[in-house]
């Protein structure tokens, strides 16, 4: 067999089903394979960047590592954006580029010249800091050990995406059809358990107010099972990080919801007011412990749990940490004993639960009687299947999804380290070619929909049903509410500088049905099901997200501002002072 043929074949005994590509010259040969082959359905997209954004989404639906083939040069550095979502959130994925004939390249030259052979690009060189591993190979040995070693890097420890680059030359050498016994996917050695599990429960031993901090390393990990049994025998309370959001149902009478800038106020009280905070699969970024980390959880021990050892360093002592691999999260589970929550800890959180937890609202929409965006997404909730796929995009239709969805059985992800614009249509076609019985939903905004609508063109053609929701501000709504706080409120580049299309007419073109949402009413089941439908939400562009952080504050003192009394009484345990002369809101 030649080498394409060689990577066809490796891919499919890889338990691979679909190939995300765009065609090109350099990969031509491996396209031609894949398409030959049996086992393997080619997928072709507009955009080599939707390709790689929907092999993104690949592990998040089925465990299935996702897989990209594009041509040298722009083909290669197109898939950059969505090789980064995979990196910065774990997400393992094997990219495969074409490159140009050994004979053709700089190399031969001996002298630095930038390029020689046409569409030549130096992709390793170019991907190595968005990825666990990259390499050039030269001959079909290397093409064997390599993409061997490559599988295995991506799905080892801290997973993450993998890019072998392939010389044309390399493509078509013939080589022996014999390949090597694929290496076993094994679990981590299971010693560092015990160790783990003593320092947790050392931990806990002291805690009268314990608060447990649900990341998305436990889902990826495959311990989201035991950790919800775990969390529901004992009765410890628990929040969680956006990504960890859809590990768990969200009924679960622990849970008190999502934390951080834009999280739920209740649970961020109740984060801030912990005298234990017990860290498990999260880095604890920015979006969660605010750009003054100084102020996050002041009065309690953190002790953060993760299998990067990078992560765990970043903190210089301020926490206690342990490295450890969330696989064996069960065993060390079943090793430790909850101690028993305080009556006035109880007492505290079904307070803030009740007052805050699933009553988000938009004071904004209500005073210019325009659609509330959460209500939309509750809307969107209660009309989908409860394990629904949902994919999500970036920005201000982010966050109101984030802060208003409950989660039963749904898998609901978003890219959230990279957070590019234009993920989730991509992500949605990813999603429901690997999950074909499941109903898929794309949730947009309408700057981030405009970024990869040519893929429409693709839903169309594969037939794919599946629901395209773009929540329609008119304008990038996050800059212009950070402009308005910080800017004055001149929308340079959010609204002056920003159109939108009408997207039903967009949506006609590529021949798919669409509606227009202006009231709640207008939301119906059928546009849910029975084949892709693009639904277009219309909002006032004055519409805010509610509540966030602004800078210099704790996670707890979100605007809008509680009044006095009421930020006191969420602060029943530890004192976050607000500076002199500091206007609070109205008393609730």
Known sequence: MTGAEYIAAFLARAGCRHVHAMTGGACAFMLDAVGRHPALELVCFQHEQAAAMAADAVWRVSRRVGVTMATSG?????????????????????????????????????????????????IVDMVRPVVKYAVLVRNVEELRRELAKGLAIALSGRMGPVLIDVPMDVQQAEMPDDMPEAAPVTRPDPAPAAAAAEALGATLAAARRPLVLWGGGVNM????????????????????????????DHAMPGFLGQIGVYGNRGANFALQNADTVIVLGSRLDNRQRSGNPANFATGATVHVFDVDPAELQKYGGAYRTTEIDLQLLPEILAAVQAPPVAADWQDYLRTMKARYHGRETSSSALRLNSLSPYDVVRRIRHLIAPDAIVAADTGAALCWLYQAFEVSRHRLFTAGGNSPMGYALCAAIGAKLEAPERQVVSYNG????????????????????????????????????????????????????????DFGRIAEAYGIRHARVERLEDMTPDLFRNGPTLIDVILSDQTLIEPKLEMGRPINDQYPYLADEDYAEGNRFVAYPRPPGFAGGRRS
């Open 74 to 122: 722009p083909g290669a550095t197109n898939l950059i954006t969505g090789i980064a979502c995979s990196f910065f959130d774990s997400i393992p994925s094997l990219h495969i580029t074409g490159q140009v004939n050994q004979r053709e390249s700089s190399a031969v030259h001996g002298a630095k010249v930038r390029q020689s052979g046409f569409q030549e690009t130096r």
């Open 446 to 501: 309408d700057g981030g929909f405009q970024v990869n609508l040519q893929e429409l063109e693709t839903v169309r053609r594969l037939g794919l049903d599946i629901a395209i929701v773009v929540m329609n501000n008119g304008s990038y709504g996050i800059i212009k509410q950070f402009q308005d706080s910080y800017l004055g409120g001149r929308y340079t580049g959010s609204q002056l500088g920003y159109s939108a299309p």
């Open 221 to 248: 990990a495959g311990a989201a099972p035991a950790l919800a049994r775990w969390l529901a025998q004992s009765g410890l309370p628990f929040v969680a990080s956006w990504a960890g959001l859809d590990g768990f």
